[in-house]
């Protein structure tokens, strides 16, 4: 069993940054594919960004491109999201998300259903 916990969000304003964090116990990380997605009121989970256990690929959806980034650290177990250039649009929940399966093949999946463990989520919000 893996357990995550992610931390950082908060309020900001338009054009600000936050950077999120992902703290993993129970297993290390290095075998797994993380991805971080959001959730708005009233809308889907959807996909943000996901990192092969290496750290050597990233895979972002097209609506944070660019203003993103994930990384990770996996002698802390710990996976990171550098959020810039923050927009309303962006305010949700953000969760991190852990998978095993693929991993060595260097899958990072996109499909929330895909992924086995999930943290709490972390409320970012910025205004306008």
């Known amino acids: 069993q893996v357990q995550l916990v992610e931390s950082g969000g908060g309020l900001v304003q338009a054009g600000g940054s936050l950077r999120l964090s992902c703290v993993a116990s129970?297993?290390?990380?290095?075998?797994?594919?993380m991805g971080w997605f959001r959730q708005a009121p009233g809308k889907e989970r959807e996909f943000v960004v996901g990192i092969t256990w290496s750290g050597g690929r990233t895979y972002y959806a097209d609506s944070v491109a660019g203003r993103f980034t994930i990384s990770r650290d996996n002698a802390k177990n710990t996976v990171y999201l550098q959020m810039n250039s923050l927009k309303p649009e962006d305010t949700a929940v953000y969760y991190c998300a852990a998978v095993t399966r693929g991993a060595l093949l260097g899958i990072i999946w996109k499909e929330k259903n895909e992924y086995d463990y999930w943290g709490q989520g972390t409320q970012v919000t910025v205004s306008s």
């Open positions: 129970g297993r290390t990380l290095s075998s797994y594919t």
